[in-house]
């Protein structure tokens, strides 16, 4: 598939979801993020990936509100914690909706297989879901065991949100989303600016003509996944990084690039399988 800027994909529930966006993660809760989140609207950026825990919806709510339809930009946001049950979730779901001052999410993902009432938790999101305040269901940093232990209490997400690039390419989990029709949502997909100085990287970047990120952000795109590359600090990155819809990377290359991460794997953000069944508690 040749991925354009305005491209989406159809999630396993019907809905749509575009490929590219802007995360969130450690941008601060101030002007400087509003100003950014405005900033990526007005390039035309479709999505928007924020959570409870980064502290910034307020942020997000604040520039949607004033600089374009609710209909026209997608926001998925996170549930850090399912430890306080149903309970827990509906306190931090409304806070989320009254943070980004929006009546809907369009996608809500559990930000993490872990705190003791994962599958009652999952049953509940999902009546959100059906009462109209949730569009899209979804996870992030499910391993493929947690995801079997999801699908063996008869729940399929339409997203796994994982950390992946050519260094954290987390194969296994790959696999399983595609056998089983869940969208990738790549996270982290510039390895947190750890790789950008890598010599091999640049000398591919060079060849395209394209800056290491944009590389980064390409491979991913092409791999199939929906990618938000984070940035907080200007609108110059802005642009860079929305700027990967008009070269392709050679199927050599992708794999070279793959081939060359994998030598040296690291991974920048949690790691999943650490999360154990007890996680999940009773349905
Ligand atoms: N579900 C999860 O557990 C989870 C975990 C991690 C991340 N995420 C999501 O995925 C998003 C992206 O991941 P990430 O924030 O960890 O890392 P990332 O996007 O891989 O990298 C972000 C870093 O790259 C820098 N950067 C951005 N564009 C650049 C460019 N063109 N040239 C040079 N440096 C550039 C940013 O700096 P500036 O900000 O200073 O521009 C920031 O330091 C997050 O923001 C978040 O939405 C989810």
Same mark, same amino acid.
């Given at each position: 598939?040749?991925?354009?800027?305005?491209?989406?994909?159809?999630?396993? !529930?019907?809905?749509?979801?575009?490929?590219?966006?802007?995360?969130?993660?450690?941008?601060?809760?101030?002007?400087?993020?509003?100003?950014?989140?405005? !900033?990526?609207?007005?390039? %035309?950026?479709?999505?928007?990936?924020?959570?409870? #825990?980064?502290?910034? +919806?307020? =942020?997000?709510?604040? *520039?949607?509100?004033?600089?374009?339809?609710?209909?026209?930009?997608?926001?998925?946001?996170?549930?850090?914690?399912?430890? !306080?049950?149903?309970?827990?979730?509906?306190?931090?779901?409304?806070?989320?909706? =009254?943070?980004?001052?929006?009546?809907?999410?369009?996608?809500?993902?559990?930000?993490?297989?872990?705190?003791?009432?994962?599958?009652?938790?999952?049953? +509940?999101?999902?009546?959100? =879901?059906?009462?109209?305040?949730?569009?899209?269901?979804?996870?992030?940093?499910?391993?493929?065991?947690?995801?079997?232990?999801?699908?063996?209490?008869?729940?399929?997400?339409?997203?796994? =949100?994982? +950390?992946?690039?050519?260094?954290?390419?987390?194969?296994?989990?790959?696999?399983?989303?595609?056998?089983?029709?869940?969208?990738?949502?790549?996270?982290?997909?510039? %390895?947190?600016?750890?790789?950008?100085?890598?010599?091999?990287?640049?000398? #591919? *970047?060079?060849?395209?003509?394209?800056?290491?990120?944009?590389?980064?952000?390409?491979?991913?795109?092409?791999?199939?996944? #929906?990618?938000?590359?984070?940035?907080?600090?200007?609108? +110059?990155?802005?642009?860079?990084?929305?700027?990967?819809?008009?070269?392709?990377?050679? !199927?050599?290359?992708?794999?070279?690039?793959?081939?060359?991460?994998?030598?040296?794997?690291?991974?920048?953000?949690?790691?999943?399988?650490?999360?154990?069944?007890?996680?999940?508690?009773?349905?």
């Amino acid at each position: 598939m040749s991925w354009s800027f305005a491209s989406k994909i159809k999630l396993n !529930d019907g809905h749509l979801m575009p490929v590219f966006g802007l995360g969130l993660y450690q941008a601060a809760s101030t002007l400087k993020t509003t100003e950014i989140v405005v !900033d990526a609207i007005r390039l %035309g950026y479709p999505l928007i990936d924020t959570a409870e #825990i980064y502290g910034n +919806e307020a =942020q997000v709510g604040e *520039a949607v509100k004033n600089n374009i339809e609710r209909g026209k930009i997608f926001i998925s946001t996170k549930l850090f914690r399912t430890n !306080d049950g149903y309970e827990g979730l509906h306190k931090s779901f409304n806070r989320s909706l =009254q943070k980004l001052d929006t009546n809907y999410i369009d996608l809500y993902l559990m930000h993490a297989p872990q705190g003791g009432h994962v599958l009652e938790v999952y049953r +509940e999101i999902l009546q959100l =879901q059906r009462e109209g305040k949730i569009r899209s269901v979804g996870v992030s940093n499910f391993g493929v065991q947690h995801l079997k232990w999801l699908k063996q209490a008869g729940f399929v997400p339409a997203v796994n =949100q994982i +950390e992946l690039h050519p260094w954290w390419p987390n194969e296994d989990i790959v696999e399983y989303c595609r056998e089983n029709n869940i969208a990738i949502m790549g996270y982290s997909p510039l %390895g947190k600016a750890r790789f950008l100085d890598d010599p091999y990287l640049q000398k #591919i *970047a060079a060849q395209y003509g394209k800056t290491p990120a944009q590389i980064l952000i390409r491979w991913s795109l092409q791999n199939g996944f #929906i990618t938000i590359p984070k940035t907080s600090s200007s609108t +110059e990155r802005l642009k860079e990084n929305m700027a990967v819809f008009d070269f392709t990377i050679s !199927d050599d290359d992708m794999k070279n690039i793959a081939r060359y991460g994998k030598k040296n794997p690291q991974n920048t953000g949690w790691n999943p399988t650490l999360n154990t069944k007890e996680d999940f508690g009773p349905l």
